[in-house]
């Protein structure tokens, strides 16, 4: 059980430090109102879900906003 226990923590500080990566690469500041977005590619949207539940926690600690695509 212990070993479970490690595993799945193990397995979330991964989730949580990818998601970290993923925010500091492929944030912007959109000129239109000024605020920083994060940008989750078109043609890999895959990430916008996987990493939605930290989206929602990200939104409310920082006001983070979060787009898919660029900005038009």
């Known amino acids: 059980m212990r070993r479970l226990v490690r595993w799945i923590a193990a397995l979330l500080v991964l989730y949580v430090a990818g998601?970290?990566?993923?925010?500091?690469?492929?944030?912007e500041v959109w000129a239109k109102d000024g605020r920083a977005y994060v940008i989750f590619p078109e043609k890999a949207a895959w990430t916008f879900y996987a990493f939605r539940p930290l989206t929602y926690v990200d939104s409310v600690l920082t006001g983070m906003r979060f787009h898919i695509g660029p900005h038009r």
């Open 19 to 27: 998601y970290v990566v993923f925010r500091q690469l492929n944030t």
